[in-house]
Protein backbone atom coordinates (compact mmCIF):
# COMPACT_ATOMS: atom_id res chain seq x y z
CA UNK A 1 0.00 0.00 0.00
CA UNK A 2 0.83 3.19 -0.86
CA UNK A 3 0.25 6.90 1.30
CA UNK A 4 -0.78 9.81 0.17
CA UNK A 5 -0.98 13.21 2.64
CA UNK A 6 -4.04 15.59 1.86
CA UNK A 7 -2.90 19.56 2.69
CA UNK A 8 -6.39 22.01 3.10
CA UNK A 9 -6.39 24.96 3.60
CA UNK A 10 -8.80 28.18 3.77
CA UNK A 11 -11.39 25.72 5.96
CA UNK A 12 -8.10 25.85 8.71
CA UNK A 13 -9.40 29.08 9.45
CA UNK A 14 -13.25 28.91 9.88
CA UNK A 15 -13.60 28.71 13.57
CA UNK A 16 -16.33 26.92 15.01
CA UNK A 17 -17.92 25.91 11.96
CA UNK A 18 -14.49 23.74 11.57
CA UNK A 19 -15.27 20.25 11.96
CA UNK A 20 -18.28 20.86 9.85
CA UNK A 21 -16.08 21.49 7.09
CA UNK A 22 -13.37 18.73 7.61
CA UNK A 23 -16.34 16.10 7.51
CA UNK A 24 -17.18 17.52 4.80
CA UNK A 25 -13.85 17.31 2.68
CA UNK A 26 -13.44 13.72 4.17
CA UNK A 27 -16.66 12.51 2.96
CA UNK A 28 -15.75 14.60 -0.64
CA UNK A 29 -12.87 12.77 -0.72
CA UNK A 30 -13.69 9.25 0.27
CA UNK A 31 -16.47 9.69 -2.41
CA UNK A 32 -14.38 11.14 -4.87
CA UNK A 33 -12.11 7.02 -4.77
CA UNK A 34 -14.80 4.84 -5.06
CA UNK A 35 -13.90 2.52 -7.70
CA UNK A 36 -10.43 2.61 -5.88
CA UNK A 37 -10.86 0.56 -3.47
CA UNK A 38 -9.63 -1.31 -0.77
CA UNK A 39 -8.83 2.27 0.23
CA UNK A 40 -8.73 4.19 3.97
CA UNK A 41 -8.63 7.54 4.57
CA UNK A 42 -7.42 8.92 8.31
CA UNK A 43 -8.40 12.34 9.68
CA UNK A 44 -5.39 13.53 11.89
CA UNK A 45 -5.51 17.04 13.08
CA UNK A 46 -5.16 19.56 10.15
CA UNK A 47 -4.11 15.96 7.44
CA UNK A 48 -5.50 13.51 5.87
CA UNK A 49 -3.62 10.19 5.14
CA UNK A 50 -4.98 7.94 2.42
CA UNK A 51 -3.76 4.49 2.23
CA UNK A 52 -4.12 2.88 -1.23
CA UNK A 53 -2.61 -0.08 -3.51
CA UNK A 54 0.29 1.52 -5.17
CA UNK A 55 -0.85 1.38 -8.28
CA UNK A 56 -4.29 2.86 -8.05
CA UNK A 57 -2.09 5.78 -6.65
CA UNK A 58 -1.27 7.88 -9.86
CA UNK A 59 -5.54 8.04 -10.42
CA UNK A 60 -6.28 9.41 -6.85
CA UNK A 61 -3.87 11.71 -7.21
CA UNK A 62 -5.42 13.06 -10.69
CA UNK A 63 -9.11 12.88 -8.69
CA UNK A 64 -7.92 14.39 -5.43
CA UNK A 65 -6.48 17.34 -7.34
CA UNK A 66 -10.46 18.32 -8.55
CA UNK A 67 -11.71 17.99 -4.85
CA UNK A 68 -11.89 21.47 -3.53
CA UNK A 69 -10.82 22.49 -0.10
CA UNK A 70 -7.89 20.46 -1.06
CA UNK A 71 -4.40 22.73 -1.30
CA UNK A 72 -1.86 20.20 -2.05
CA UNK A 73 -1.35 16.47 -2.44
CA UNK A 74 2.09 14.07 -1.83
CA UNK A 75 3.36 10.47 -1.62
CA UNK A 76 4.62 9.93 1.77
CA UNK A 77 6.82 7.52 3.64
CA UNK A 78 5.60 7.25 7.23
CA UNK A 79 8.23 6.21 9.79
CA UNK A 80 8.38 6.26 13.65
CA UNK A 81 9.82 9.28 15.33
CA UNK A 82 13.44 8.00 15.39
CA UNK A 83 16.09 11.07 14.01
CA UNK A 84 18.14 8.40 12.52
CA UNK A 85 14.92 6.83 10.70
CA UNK A 86 13.98 10.34 9.24
CA UNK A 87 17.49 10.87 7.96
CA UNK A 88 18.15 7.85 6.51
CA UNK A 89 14.31 7.54 4.20
CA UNK A 90 14.84 11.21 3.61
CA UNK A 91 18.30 10.07 1.67
CA UNK A 92 16.49 7.82 0.19
CA UNK A 93 13.74 9.87 -0.93
CA UNK A 94 16.54 12.09 -2.44
CA UNK A 95 18.30 9.04 -4.06
CA UNK A 96 14.43 8.30 -5.96
CA UNK A 97 15.04 11.58 -7.64
CA UNK A 98 18.24 12.34 -7.68
CA UNK A 99 19.54 13.93 -10.95
CA UNK A 100 23.57 14.89 -10.56
CA UNK A 101 24.37 18.52 -9.87
CA UNK A 102 20.64 19.07 -8.32
CA UNK A 103 19.88 21.25 -5.28
CA UNK A 104 17.84 20.35 -2.62
CA UNK A 105 16.12 21.87 0.59
CA UNK A 106 14.48 20.29 3.77
CA UNK A 107 11.77 21.83 5.03
CA UNK A 108 10.38 20.38 8.41
CA UNK A 109 6.90 21.24 9.85
CA UNK A 110 6.08 19.99 13.74
CA UNK A 111 3.21 19.73 14.84
CA UNK A 112 4.33 17.22 17.90
CA UNK A 113 5.68 19.83 20.08
CA UNK A 114 7.42 16.68 22.11
CA UNK A 115 9.67 15.95 19.74
CA UNK A 116 12.96 16.99 20.54
CA UNK A 117 14.27 19.37 18.06
CA UNK A 118 13.18 22.38 16.68
CA UNK A 119 12.10 22.47 12.87
CA UNK A 120 15.21 24.16 11.81
CA UNK A 121 17.15 21.94 14.15
CA UNK A 122 16.02 19.06 11.97
CA UNK A 123 16.34 20.78 8.99
CA UNK A 124 19.84 21.74 9.38
CA UNK A 125 20.45 17.92 10.99
CA UNK A 126 18.90 15.86 7.85
CA UNK A 127 20.11 18.28 5.25
CA UNK A 128 24.32 17.54 6.82
CA UNK A 129 23.21 13.83 7.03
CA UNK A 130 22.26 13.89 3.19
CA UNK A 131 25.34 15.90 2.07
CA UNK A 132 27.44 13.69 3.38
CA UNK A 133 26.38 10.88 1.53
CA UNK A 134 28.78 12.19 -1.29
CA UNK A 135 25.76 12.77 -4.02
CA UNK A 136 26.57 15.56 -6.23
CA UNK A 137 24.10 17.81 -4.78
CA UNK A 138 24.04 21.27 -2.82
CA UNK A 139 21.52 22.50 -0.86
CA UNK A 140 19.25 26.17 -2.64
CA UNK A 141 17.15 26.97 0.79
CA UNK A 142 16.06 29.76 -2.12
CA UNK A 143 14.82 28.45 -5.10
CA UNK A 144 15.66 24.13 -4.47
CA UNK A 145 15.38 21.63 -7.83
CA UNK A 146 13.97 19.40 -5.00
CA UNK A 147 12.12 20.09 -1.60
CA UNK A 148 11.81 17.59 0.80
CA UNK A 149 9.08 18.00 3.84
CA UNK A 150 9.41 16.33 6.91
CA UNK A 151 6.23 16.41 8.96
CA UNK A 152 6.89 15.89 12.64
CA UNK A 153 3.46 14.66 14.15
CA UNK A 154 2.19 12.35 16.84
CA UNK A 155 1.98 9.25 15.37
CA UNK A 156 5.01 9.22 13.56
CA UNK A 157 6.87 11.52 10.87
CA UNK A 158 6.35 11.74 7.48
CA UNK A 159 8.34 12.82 4.24
CA UNK A 160 7.31 13.50 1.22
CA UNK A 161 9.33 14.59 -1.69
CA UNK A 162 6.92 16.38 -3.73
CA UNK A 163 3.92 18.44 -3.64
CA UNK A 164 0.87 18.23 -6.58
CA UNK A 165 -1.20 20.96 -6.02
CA UNK A 166 -5.09 21.03 -5.25
CA UNK A 167 -7.54 23.15 -6.27
CA UNK A 168 -8.09 25.57 -3.41
CA UNK A 169 -11.76 26.70 -2.48
CA UNK A 170 -14.06 25.42 0.06
CA UNK A 171 -15.02 21.75 0.22
CA UNK A 172 -18.37 21.22 -1.97
CA UNK A 173 -21.60 21.07 0.07
CA UNK A 174 -20.26 23.55 3.25
CA UNK A 175 -22.61 26.36 2.13
CA UNK A 176 -25.77 24.49 0.57
CA UNK A 177 -27.23 23.96 -2.47
CA UNK A 178 -27.57 26.08 -5.71
CA UNK A 179 -29.59 25.91 -9.12
CA UNK A 180 -27.09 26.64 -12.18
CA UNK A 181 -28.86 27.54 -14.99
CA UNK A 182 -26.61 25.27 -17.92
CA UNK A 183 -26.97 26.34 -21.38
CA UNK A 184 -24.41 24.59 -24.19
CA UNK A 185 -22.59 27.47 -24.02
CA UNK A 186 -18.92 28.43 -22.70
CA UNK A 187 -20.10 30.61 -20.05
CA UNK A 188 -22.61 28.64 -17.50
CA UNK A 189 -20.20 25.47 -17.20
CA UNK A 190 -17.49 27.86 -16.38
CA UNK A 191 -19.74 29.94 -13.87
CA UNK A 192 -21.15 26.30 -12.53
CA UNK A 193 -17.44 25.23 -11.33
CA UNK A 194 -16.65 28.69 -9.56
CA UNK A 195 -19.70 28.07 -7.72
CA UNK A 196 -18.63 24.57 -6.44
CA UNK A 197 -15.12 26.12 -5.77
CA UNK A 198 -16.76 27.99 -3.12
CA UNK A 199 -18.70 25.00 -1.79
CA UNK A 200 -21.97 25.04 -3.25
CA UNK A 201 -23.73 21.89 -3.89
CA UNK A 202 -25.26 22.30 -7.48
CA UNK A 203 -27.83 20.82 -9.52
CA UNK A 204 -28.09 22.15 -13.03
CA UNK A 205 -31.26 23.07 -15.08
CA UNK A 206 -30.99 22.94 -19.02
CA UNK A 207 -33.94 24.18 -21.34
CA UNK A 208 -34.24 22.48 -24.09
CA UNK A 209 -36.85 22.66 -27.12
CA UNK A 210 -37.31 19.50 -29.22
CA UNK A 211 -37.77 19.07 -31.63
CA UNK A 212 -36.06 22.39 -33.01
CA UNK A 213 -32.85 21.54 -30.52
CA UNK A 214 -32.17 17.58 -31.01
CA UNK A 215 -29.63 14.88 -29.29
CA UNK A 216 -26.70 16.70 -29.56
CA UNK A 217 -28.25 19.69 -27.60
CA UNK A 218 -29.06 17.19 -24.69
CA UNK A 219 -26.11 15.35 -24.78
CA UNK A 220 -24.43 18.44 -24.64
CA UNK A 221 -25.52 19.55 -21.64
CA UNK A 222 -24.90 16.01 -19.94
CA UNK A 223 -21.62 16.00 -20.59
CA UNK A 224 -21.01 19.22 -19.52
CA UNK A 225 -22.37 17.82 -16.20
CA UNK A 226 -20.01 14.93 -16.37
CA UNK A 227 -17.46 17.31 -16.33
CA UNK A 228 -18.70 19.79 -13.52
CA UNK A 229 -19.64 16.03 -11.42
CA UNK A 230 -15.96 15.64 -11.42
CA UNK A 231 -15.76 18.39 -9.03
CA UNK A 232 -19.12 18.02 -7.51
CA UNK A 233 -20.16 14.26 -6.89
CA UNK A 234 -23.25 13.54 -7.76
CA UNK A 235 -24.98 16.02 -9.94
CA UNK A 236 -28.54 16.08 -10.65
CA UNK A 237 -29.45 17.41 -14.11
CA UNK A 238 -33.10 18.96 -14.90
CA UNK A 239 -34.36 18.85 -18.53
CA UNK A 240 -37.19 21.38 -18.42
CA UNK A 241 -39.21 21.31 -21.62
CA UNK A 242 -39.08 24.72 -23.31
CA UNK A 243 -40.77 24.23 -26.86
CA UNK A 244 -44.28 25.23 -25.90
CA UNK A 245 -42.99 28.52 -24.02
CA UNK A 246 -40.54 29.25 -26.29
CA UNK A 247 -43.22 29.61 -29.53
CA UNK A 248 -45.97 31.52 -27.77
CA UNK A 249 -43.34 34.15 -26.53
CA UNK A 250 -42.28 34.36 -30.44
CA UNK A 251 -45.75 34.46 -31.95
CA UNK A 252 -47.15 37.39 -29.78
CA UNK A 253 -44.63 38.94 -28.04
CA UNK A 254 -42.29 41.84 -29.77
CA UNK A 255 -39.71 40.54 -31.00
CA UNK A 256 -36.84 42.84 -29.76
CA UNK A 257 -38.07 41.40 -26.18
CA UNK A 258 -37.72 37.67 -27.26
CA UNK A 259 -34.85 36.86 -25.42
CA UNK A 260 -35.68 38.57 -22.27
CA UNK A 261 -38.80 37.45 -21.84
CA UNK A 262 -37.44 33.50 -22.35
CA UNK A 263 -34.68 34.54 -19.79
CA UNK A 264 -37.60 35.26 -17.71
CA UNK A 265 -39.50 32.40 -18.05
CA UNK A 266 -36.66 30.40 -17.62
CA UNK A 267 -35.71 32.10 -14.11
CA UNK A 268 -39.21 31.57 -13.12
CA UNK A 269 -39.01 28.19 -13.41
CA UNK A 270 -35.64 27.86 -11.89
CA UNK A 271 -36.50 30.02 -9.26
CA UNK A 272 -39.80 27.17 -8.17
CA UNK A 273 -36.70 24.60 -8.93
CA UNK A 274 -35.09 25.96 -6.71
CA UNK A 275 -37.43 25.29 -3.82
CA UNK A 276 -38.39 21.80 -4.47
CA UNK A 277 -34.77 21.00 -4.62
CA UNK A 278 -33.97 22.75 -1.20
CA UNK A 279 -31.61 25.04 -3.35
CA UNK A 280 -31.19 28.68 -1.66
CA UNK A 281 -29.79 30.39 -4.62
CA UNK A 282 -28.96 30.90 -8.33
CA UNK A 283 -26.44 30.43 -11.13
CA UNK A 284 -26.36 32.18 -14.45
CA UNK A 285 -23.43 32.74 -16.48
CA UNK A 286 -23.75 35.95 -17.51
CA UNK A 287 -21.13 38.43 -17.67
CA UNK A 288 -21.86 42.09 -18.04
CA UNK A 289 -22.07 43.67 -21.49
CA UNK A 290 -20.69 40.24 -23.12
CA UNK A 291 -23.93 40.60 -25.60
CA UNK A 292 -26.92 42.58 -25.95
CA UNK A 293 -28.96 40.89 -23.51
CA UNK A 294 -26.79 41.36 -20.83
CA UNK A 295 -27.04 45.14 -19.64
CA UNK A 296 -28.11 46.02 -16.42
CA UNK A 297 -31.32 46.45 -17.38
CA UNK A 298 -32.08 43.21 -18.81
CA UNK A 299 -30.18 41.79 -15.48
CA UNK A 300 -32.50 43.85 -13.23
CA UNK A 301 -34.92 42.55 -15.80
CA UNK A 302 -33.93 38.84 -14.74
CA UNK A 303 -34.05 39.50 -11.26
CA UNK A 304 -36.96 41.29 -11.16
CA UNK A 305 -38.81 37.29 -11.28
CA UNK A 306 -37.11 35.50 -9.18
CA UNK A 307 -37.22 35.63 -5.36
CA UNK A 308 -33.79 34.06 -4.76
CA UNK A 309 -31.08 35.76 -5.23
CA UNK A 310 -29.13 35.34 -9.16
CA UNK A 311 -25.45 35.10 -8.30
CA UNK A 312 -23.38 35.44 -12.12
CA UNK A 313 -19.79 34.65 -10.82
CA UNK A 314 -18.64 35.98 -14.33
CA UNK A 315 -19.80 38.98 -13.77
CA UNK A 316 -16.61 40.63 -14.24
CA UNK A 317 -14.90 38.14 -16.31
CA UNK A 318 -13.82 39.09 -20.18
CA UNK A 319 -14.35 36.22 -22.46
CA UNK A 320 -10.56 35.56 -22.70
CA UNK A 321 -10.53 34.41 -19.25
CA UNK A 322 -13.53 32.51 -19.69
CA UNK A 323 -12.39 30.68 -22.19
CA UNK A 324 -9.19 30.44 -20.54
CA UNK A 325 -10.82 28.88 -17.88
CA UNK A 326 -12.86 26.46 -20.02
CA UNK A 327 -9.66 25.23 -21.44
CA UNK A 328 -8.46 24.05 -17.75
CA UNK A 329 -11.48 22.62 -16.46
CA UNK A 330 -12.29 20.62 -20.06
CA UNK A 331 -15.16 22.05 -20.74
CA UNK A 332 -14.18 24.06 -24.06
CA UNK A 333 -14.74 20.76 -26.20
CA UNK A 334 -17.81 20.03 -25.41
CA UNK A 335 -18.82 23.58 -25.25
CA UNK A 336 -18.07 24.49 -28.61
CA UNK A 337 -19.66 21.53 -30.38
CA UNK A 338 -22.16 22.95 -32.82
CA UNK A 339 -24.94 22.27 -31.82
CA UNK A 340 -28.58 24.64 -31.60
CA UNK A 341 -29.50 25.37 -28.30
CA UNK A 342 -32.99 26.97 -27.44
CA UNK A 343 -31.87 30.75 -27.20
CA UNK A 344 -29.78 30.19 -30.26
CA UNK A 345 -32.90 29.88 -32.03
CA UNK A 346 -35.03 32.35 -33.60
CA UNK A 347 -32.50 35.16 -32.37
CA UNK A 348 -34.26 38.61 -33.20
CA UNK A 349 -31.90 40.59 -35.25
CA UNK A 350 -32.13 43.31 -32.72
CA UNK A 351 -32.93 42.81 -29.33
CA UNK A 352 -33.88 45.50 -26.93
CA UNK A 353 -30.74 46.32 -24.22
CA UNK A 354 -33.11 48.71 -22.17
CA UNK A 355 -36.26 46.77 -22.03
CA UNK A 356 -38.48 48.45 -18.51
CA UNK A 357 -40.11 46.22 -16.16
CA UNK A 358 -43.47 47.64 -17.26
CA UNK A 359 -43.25 46.97 -21.01
CA UNK A 360 -42.26 43.81 -20.14
CA UNK A 361 -44.87 43.16 -18.05
CA UNK A 362 -47.20 44.43 -20.92
CA UNK A 363 -46.10 41.78 -23.44
CA UNK A 364 -46.08 39.50 -20.36
CA UNK A 365 -50.08 40.05 -20.27
CA UNK A 366 -51.10 38.06 -23.85
CA UNK A 367 -49.79 34.40 -22.94
CA UNK A 368 -50.81 31.81 -20.56
CA UNK A 369 -47.53 32.33 -19.03
CA UNK A 370 -48.75 30.99 -15.76
CA UNK A 371 -50.02 27.55 -17.53
CA UNK A 372 -47.04 27.52 -19.57
CA UNK A 373 -44.30 27.77 -17.12
CA UNK A 374 -46.32 25.18 -14.96
CA UNK A 375 -46.27 22.57 -17.22
CA UNK A 376 -42.42 23.10 -18.30
CA UNK A 377 -42.20 22.38 -14.48
CA UNK A 378 -44.34 19.44 -14.07
CA UNK A 379 -42.18 18.22 -17.09
CA UNK A 380 -38.54 18.22 -16.02
CA UNK A 381 -37.25 15.00 -16.45
CA UNK A 382 -34.48 14.52 -14.02
CA UNK A 383 -31.16 12.88 -14.41
CA UNK A 384 -28.22 11.98 -11.81
CA UNK A 385 -24.66 12.63 -13.08
CA UNK A 386 -21.98 10.55 -12.69
CA UNK A 387 -18.38 11.43 -12.84
CA UNK A 388 -16.15 10.21 -15.29
CA UNK A 389 -18.88 8.87 -18.25
CA UNK A 390 -21.75 7.29 -15.57
CA UNK A 391 -25.74 8.19 -15.63
CA UNK A 392 -29.10 7.21 -13.69
P1 LIG B 1 -23.48 30.69 -22.22
O1 LIG B 1 -22.12 30.69 -22.82
O2 LIG B 1 -23.51 30.14 -20.82
O3 LIG B 1 -24.53 30.11 -23.10
P2 LIG B 1 -24.02 33.21 -23.25
O4 LIG B 1 -22.93 34.18 -23.20
O5 LIG B 1 -24.30 32.48 -24.49
O6 LIG B 1 -23.83 32.19 -22.05
P3 LIG B 1 -26.78 33.74 -23.06
O7 LIG B 1 -27.03 32.74 -24.10
O8 LIG B 1 -27.30 35.11 -23.14
O9 LIG B 1 -25.28 33.98 -22.76
O10 LIG B 1 -27.26 33.11 -21.69
C1 LIG B 1 -27.05 33.75 -20.48
C2 LIG B 1 -27.27 32.75 -19.36
O11 LIG B 1 -28.62 32.29 -19.33
C3 LIG B 1 -26.45 31.50 -19.53
O12 LIG B 1 -25.14 31.66 -19.05
C4 LIG B 1 -27.24 30.50 -18.72
O13 LIG B 1 -26.95 30.63 -17.34
C5 LIG B 1 -28.66 30.93 -18.98
N1 LIG B 1 -29.20 30.14 -20.11
C6 LIG B 1 -29.20 30.47 -21.41
N2 LIG B 1 -29.76 29.48 -22.15
C7 LIG B 1 -30.14 28.51 -21.30
C8 LIG B 1 -30.75 27.21 -21.44
N3 LIG B 1 -31.09 26.73 -22.62
N4 LIG B 1 -30.98 26.50 -20.31
C9 LIG B 1 -30.63 26.98 -19.10
N5 LIG B 1 -30.04 28.16 -18.92
C10 LIG B 1 -29.79 28.93 -19.98
MG1 LIG C 1 -25.62 30.82 -24.70
Same mark, same amino acid.
Given at each position: MALLLIRYGEIALKGKNRPFFEKKLHKNIRNTLKGLEPFQVTFEKGRYFISIPSEKISQAQERLQKVFG??????????? %?? #????????????KDNYKPGMSFKVNTRRSNKSFHLTSPKINSTVGAYILESGLDIQVDVHNPQLLLTVEIRNKGAYLCAAEAAGPGGLPVGVNG? $??????? $???????????????????? #? @????????????????????????? @????? @? %????????????????????????????SMLRVADKLAYQRKAGVLFTGESLG??????????????EVASLPILRPLIGFDKEEIIDRARKIESYDISTRPFEDCCTLFVPPHPATRPSIAELQEAEKVIPLKELEESCLGNIETIKILPRGGER
Amino acid at each position: MALLLIRYGEIALKGKNRPFFEKKLHKNIRNTLKGLEPFQVTFEKGRYFISIPSEKISQAQERLQKVFGIISISRAVRVS %LD #LQEICAEALQLLKDNYKPGMSFKVNTRRSNKSFHLTSPKINSTVGAYILESGLDIQVDVHNPQLLLTVEIRNKGAYLCAAEAAGPGGLPVGVNGK $GILLLSG $GLDSPVAGWMALKRGIELEA #L @YFHSPPFTGEGAVNKAVDLCKVLAT @YGDPL @Y %LHLAPFTELQKQIRLNCPESLMITLMRRSMLRVADKLAYQRKAGVLFTGESLGQVSSQTLENLAATNEVASLPILRPLIGFDKEEIIDRARKIESYDISTRPFEDCCTLFVPPHPATRPSIAELQEAEKVIPLKELEESCLGNIETIKILPRGGER
